[in-house]
């Protein structure tokens, strides 16, 4: 049985805390060494509760890719505060919101942004480093396994964000299992590009902190070989991406003459990448091993890992659950289907949130009994391997089958030449739904529409392919499907192909054959 | 080289939706929000369709605020021009 503060993650964090853990700014240098990351979090906890914020309060804390916001939201933490971390770009815009909908009694930013609503809805505004509070062993405030830790906004590209409830037992069986998966020793150091609001980022700065290593940010990834000469020269030993930033790594940096002496991990989850990308990921850093994860906001952080061991014989799995976590995946009936078959991959365990903020009905629909219904379509495998086939809602309806986006997209990213697409569904006179694709292409690549077409499984009734310069991606580099229509007025010249498909010109009676 | 500018301005405002008149010789990513990692991947496309050029990786490093933009973009036009009247 645990004492209450050990319950407390950010007071467990601390304590875990040894002679190399550090949070670094790639950019300046600004460096908190180990002695001083515990009195930064204390001394927050401090400013916060001198601010009158009580155990339960929430927080804004406005995230940055410098060290002090980390330690502002887990000083919230360790003061038995709710810390809602949220970008502090978008503080300005959606901040109001985001104080109303959580009753928010305080925000933090570092350079004192100064929101305008925030007087408007009675917020106390603290801004920069807390003064020293002149006790370095400030007690932390007992928490029990169930209290709130933090409101997590979800990262998906699904219409307006949720406020995830995370507590503090959530955030230690995550943790710790993740640190499992990943076989993290007493000796890692992170370079970090995700904000710690998006709970990859959150879940990487837990994980390396809690085995006593460093965290190194660095905002500068708009000029990608500032980030890969920071591994280099700061000795990181993990890198963690979503797709887009392992596609800018292959397109638009110098990684292949970069050397990453130190770096013995890349870390990717955030959505699919394709398997292409991955094998060249591997080639041209053969010493890192390259770890696919799959998870949710809504389960903490991370759900499953592949092995990179297994990376070869299971290209395009997002690997085996979390030991700590548990797997079913159900049918339209409710029940377990067979392996290999494909249904809504369910997931239960320690990690698995108590649901969304003041929202009871989406509640009740996504966690049903200890069970998270993730809303991802799924298959597992004779060996336990999860594969996600496609997402709830996200499939085109063509002469009454059904093709998720995920699967004809896993097709066609593996044509040579692609490096993105994207499929979306429109209206169709005979078959209902069609497919039209957006395709990114190597430059070189000059007859990949025709390759493209040539590779579409049988059963597709394609609308159109165009050749785009880029996907429509939010902050998190999630795809945006709703703003692909637009993308068709944006076609690279010369390369938009409308043509009907001969298919689609063809009776419906013959459609259905296909 | 107002010239360029200019020009430069349109493809900013192509890709960000930027006030034309707010991009200066001065202006920094962090001075316009959505200029970030994918940003620079649609400010890159969009000064390659203005200008009729490509940029290599490096040249993505150096683009580290408009000054910098200018200077690449001129030097690619010269090179241009050069090519052409050697022929």
């Known amino acids: 049985m645990k004492r209450p503060a050990q319950w407390n993650f950010a007071a467990s964090l601390v304590e875990r805390l040894g002679h190399g853990s550090e949070l670094l700014d790639a950019p300046s240098g600004e460096r908190f060494a180990a002695a001083e990351l515990s009195t930064a979090i204390a001394d927050f906890a401090a400013t916060f509760a001198a601010a009158g914020l009580r155990h339960g309060d929430r927080v804004l804390i406005g995230c940055n890719l410098r060290p002090l916001s980390s330690l502002a939201y887990l000083g919230a933490m360790f003061g038995g505060l709710v810390a809602v971390p949220v970008n502090e770009n978008t503080l300005a815009g959606s901040g109001e919101a985001l104080a109303r909908k959580t009753r928010a009694r305080a925000v933090w930013t570092e350079r004192g942004i100064r929101p305008d609503w925030a007087a408007r809805c009675g917020l106390s505004e603290l801004e920069g480093r807390p003064p020293r509070a002149g006790c370095d062993n400030a007690a932390p405030a007992a928490c029990s396994e169930h209290d709130l830790a933090a409101l997590m906004a979800t990262s998906g590209s699904s219409a307006a964000p949720r406020l995830v409830k995370v507590s503090h037992g959530n955030l230690i069986a995550n943790t710790e299992a993740i640190i499992r998966s990943q076989r993290l020793g007493r000796d890692e150091r992170a370079l970090l590009i995700l904000p710690v609001s998006y709970c990859f980022g959150a879940s990487v700065l837990h994980t390396h902190l809690w085995q006593g290593g460093a965290v190194v940010f660095d905002s500068r990834f708009t000029f990608p070989d500032k980030v890969l000469r920071a591994i280099a020269h700061y000795g990181c030993t993990s890198f963690a991406g979503v797709p887009t930033a392992y596609q800018i790594l292959l397109r638009r940096s110098n990684i292949r003459s970069i050397p990453l002496p130190s770096l013995r991990r890349f870390l990717q989850a955030g959505g699919a990448l394709g398997v292409a990308s991955i094998r060249q990921m591997r080639a041209i850093v053969p010493h890192a091993g390259f770890f696919v994860m799959y998870g949710q906001t809504e389960a903490t952080a991370r759900i499953s890992c592949l092995p990179p061991e297994r990376l070869a014989d299971k290209a395009g799995s997002v690997g085996v659950p979390l030991d700590n976590v548990m797997v079913r995946i159900v049918g339209a009936d409710g029940e377990d289907v067979p392996a290999g078959e494909s249904g809504e991959l369910c997931v239960a365990g320690k990690s698995i949130s108590a649901g969304y903020l003041d929202e009871p009905e989406e509640t009740r629909r996504r966690f049903r009994g200890g069970w998270l219904a993730t809303g991802d379509i799924a298959s597992r495998d004779a060996d336990g391997y999860l594969w996600i086939t496609g997402r709830e809602g996200e499939f085109l309806k063509m002469c009454g089958i059904r093709v998720g986006f995920a699967e004809i997209e896993a097709s066609v990213a593996a044509v040579p030449g692609v490096l993105e697409c994207a499929a979306l569904a429109v209206p169709h006179a005979e078959a209902g739904e069609a497919l039209a694709l957006f395709v990114v292409a190597a430059a070189e690549a000059d007859d990949v529409i025709a390759a493209v077409r040539r590779g579409l499984p049988a059963k597709c009734i394609c609308d159109s392919i165009t050749r785009v310069a880029q996907l429509p991606r939010n902050a998190h580099g999630k795809l945006i499907r709703s703003q692909l229509p637009r993308l068709a007025r944006h076609a690279l010249p010369g390369d938009e192909i409308r043509a009907r498909a001969s298919e689609s010109s063809r009776p419906a009676e013959e459609i259905s054959r296909t | ?87």
């Open chain 2, 1 to 87: 080289m107002q010239h360029v500018l200019a020009r430069v301005q349109r493809a900013f405002s192509a890709a960000f939706d930027t006030d034309p008149g707010s991009i200066t010789i001065n202006t920094v990513p962090g001075d316009i929000r959505a200029w970030d990692s994918m940003g620079h991947v649609t400010l890159a496309s969009s000064l390659e369709q203005e200008f009729a050029v490509t940029f290599d990786v490096d040249e993505l490093m150096e683009m580290e605020n408009v000054r910098e933009i200018v200077r690449i973009v001129q030097a690619k036009l010269a090179r241009f021009d050069q090519a052409v009247a050697c022929r």
